[in-house]
């Protein structure tokens, strides 16, 4: 079974706080993703990544950068956070058109 | 832009009856859809998919039927079971570029005993 895994589950950070949300996938996968999720809203793009150091902005990347120094490791890093970008965050890797998600971060910026 | 949209934010079913979900899209390159189920405090799951050459494909019992020329698919769970209940969302991709999946807002479907 394909495993991915985000380091955190919840999460509550101060406004102009720098966050790291961690994601590790053991498939070998060369895409991944990080979406958010708000009611409402679905799932919206953030970033993804098809290789390493390679990555490309989704649909919402302002406020937010990715790093993929390793193929199995995908990050998604808030420089500071803000009170909007309380959500949850899921985290995907990719083989062929389907796409396997980790179990989420519910993030709360204060 | 909502290139996928599920008009019905939620629904609610007795249990052994059917649960139709559905979703249109506006993009005529999509070819591929999908849809997810997600239960709260997890990430969603991979349920159904279907191709654009296909109008119906079956799992069990859930069913997605497409409509090309409608741009318009839905998902029918037969019979519905209290274990259904989630919220499910519609995706869609085309085999173009990276084939981005596009997800719609979702439907939150209750199954009551």
């Known amino acids: 079974d394909v495993k991915v895994t985000q380091s955190s589950r919840y999460l509550v950070k101060r406004t102009g706080e720098k966050v790291f949300l961690e994601c590790v996938q053991d498939?070998?996968?060369?895409?991944m993703f990080w979406y958010r999720q708000d009611p409402g809203l679905g799932l919206r793009l953030i970033y993804f990544s098809y290789d390493v150091k390679m990555k490309e902005k989704g649909d919402i990347p302002e406020g937010y950068s990715v790093s993929r120094e390793k193929k199995e490791r995908f990050s998604l890093i808030l420089e500071s956070a803000s009170t909007n970008q309380t959500s949850m965050y899921l985290c995907a890797s990719r083989i062929n058109n389907e796409q396997f998600f980790g179990p989420g971060t519910r993030l709360t910026v204060l | 832009d909502q290139q996928v949209k599920q008009n019905s934010p939620s629904l609610s079913v007795q249990e052994g009856r059917i649960s139709i979900l559905n979703c249109d899209y506006t993009n005529s390159m999509f070819d591929y859809f999908l849809w997810y189920k997600k239960y709260p405090a997890e990430g969603p799951t991979f349920l159904i998919s279907?191709?654009?050459?296909?109008d119906k494909n079956e799992d069990g019992r859930f069913t997605v039927f497409l409509n090309k020329s409608a741009k318009h698919l839905s998902l029918h769970i037969v019979p519905s079971q209290p274990g259904d209940s989630a919220v499910y969302f519609c995706?869609?991709?085309?085999?173009?570029?990276?084939?981005?999946?596009?997800f719609g807002t979702g439907t939150r479907l209750l199954v009551s005993p």
């Open positions: 995706a869609a991709s085309s085999n173009t570029g990276f084939q981005k999946l596009v």
């Open positions: 498939m070998d996968h060369e895409n």
């Open positions: 279907i191709s654009s050459i296909k």
